[in-house]
């Protein structure tokens, strides 16, 4: 299934095409496949170049870690993540690893890391479903996360499913249109409030 963004202005069909969707086939993720996602990651700009980022991942014939990430998902995220062929923690690291100085960025760069990881997974034919809703700490027990590292979301990787084997309210929900503020809204110039002139048309 796909679920292009209806856009305002012209943008990368990748980035039209990455959506996070629920519903996710019965099939194995190649070793090479999975190598390039978190080689897209790699790729990813951060402040200093600190690239302060880790991914714990478990792929389904995993089973013990498998079972392991998913426990640390709420009840709600467990129920269809259960169907992916990867789970991952995105794990990141508080303070510059030389200085120790806090690193205000590292979630904005982990963050933008795994934006890479999913365009390339869109590319790949792969759909990304990130999620907030699990425990860190729970993950940090899981796996043994050391201090000065927080995991920070996990995410479901699988090929596209059928919606239909989702139950009905989240069928309903895979099939909503997607929706976003138009850019009027958070485009600014000058001072805060006012929308930049190019974002107004
Ligand atoms: C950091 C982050 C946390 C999210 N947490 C959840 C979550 O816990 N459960 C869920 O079902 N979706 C979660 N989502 C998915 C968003 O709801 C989704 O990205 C948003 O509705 C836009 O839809 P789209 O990605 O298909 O464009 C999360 C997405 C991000 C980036």
Do not use: C
């Not at 009840?75 to 995105?90: D, P, Q, R, T, V």
């Not at 890479?116 to 590319?123: G, K």
């Not at 899981?142 to 979301?153: L, M, N, S, V, Y």
């Amino acid at each position: 299934m796909q679920k292009p963004a209806p856009i305002d202005s012209p943008i990368h069909q990748l980035l039209r095409d990455r959506w996070s969707p629920r519903s996710f086939a019965d099939k194995a993720i190649p070793d090479d496949v999975l190598r390039s996602l978190f080689e897209a990651a790699r790729w990813a700009p951060s402040s200093n170049n600190e690239q302060p980022w880790a991914y714990i991942v478990a792929t389904k014939d995993d089973k013990v870690n498998f079972e392991k990430a998913l426990s640390t998902l709420v009840e709600f995220n467990a129920g269809w993540a259960k169907s992916a062929s990867a789970l991952a923690i995105a794990v990141s690291e508080l303070a510059f690893a030389k200085s120790h100085a806090p690193n205000r960025n590292a979630l904005y760069d982990t963050g933008a890391a795994t934006a890479f990881l999913s365009v390339e997974a869109t590319a790949q034919g792969l759909g990304v479903h990130q999620m907030a809703g699990f425990d860190p700490e729970k993950a940090r027990q899981a796996f043994g996360i050391p201090e000065g590292w927080e995991a920070i979301a996990a995410i479901a990787i699988g090929y596209p499913g059928d919606p239909d084997s989702l139950p009905p309210k989240l069928k309903d929900r895979e099939l909503a249109p997607r929706t976003r503020k138009p850019i009027r809204e958070f485009v600014m110039a000058g001072s805060w409030g006012h929308t930049a002139s190019f974002a107004a048309k």
